[in-house]
Nanobody, 122 residues
Framework: QVQLVESGGGLVQAGGSLRLSCVASGRFFSTYAMGWFRQAPGKERDFVAAIIWSGSRTYYADSVKERFTISRDNAKNTVTLQMNSLKPEDTAVYYC???????????????WGQGTQVTVSS
């Protein structure tokens, strides 16, 4: 069983930065792939980024490449999403998730956090 808690969301102007963190409870965090997803009102939950268990490989949605960076610290049971050059279209609730593989499909992740709101003003 893994419990995930996100933090770091907030209101930022376009062009600004935010750093989201996700802290996991449980003994086996380092064995899970971790992903970040986001969901805007009235829209589906979309893939943002993922990282394999070791942190040596990462994956990004095209819309966030070169702006967002995912990383993890297995010693601290933490995965982080650094978001730079934010745009109004990045506004959404951001969720972290844990699963067996780095997939962009949300239904393949086993555990989810409650989400953190990111709002980017123009």
């Amino acid at each position: 069983q893994v419990q995930l808690v996100e933090s770091g969301g907030g209101l930022v102007q376009a062009g600004g930065s935010l750093r989201l963190s996700c802290v996991a409870s449980g003994r086996f965090f380092s064995t899970y792939a971790m992903g970040w997803f986001r969901q805007a009102p009235g829209k589906e939950r979309d893939f943002v980024a993922a990282i394999i268990w070791s942190g040596s490989r990462t994956y990004y949605a095209d819309s966030v490449k070169e702006r967002f960076t995912i990383s993890r610290d297995n010693a601290k049971n933490t995965v982080t999403l650094q978001m730079n050059s934010l745009k109004p279209e990045d506004t959404a609730v951001y969720y972290c998730a844990a699963g067996g593989s780095t997939t962009s499909r949300p239904d393949e992740y086993e555990y989810w956090g409650q989400g953190t709101q990111v709002t980017v003003s123009s």
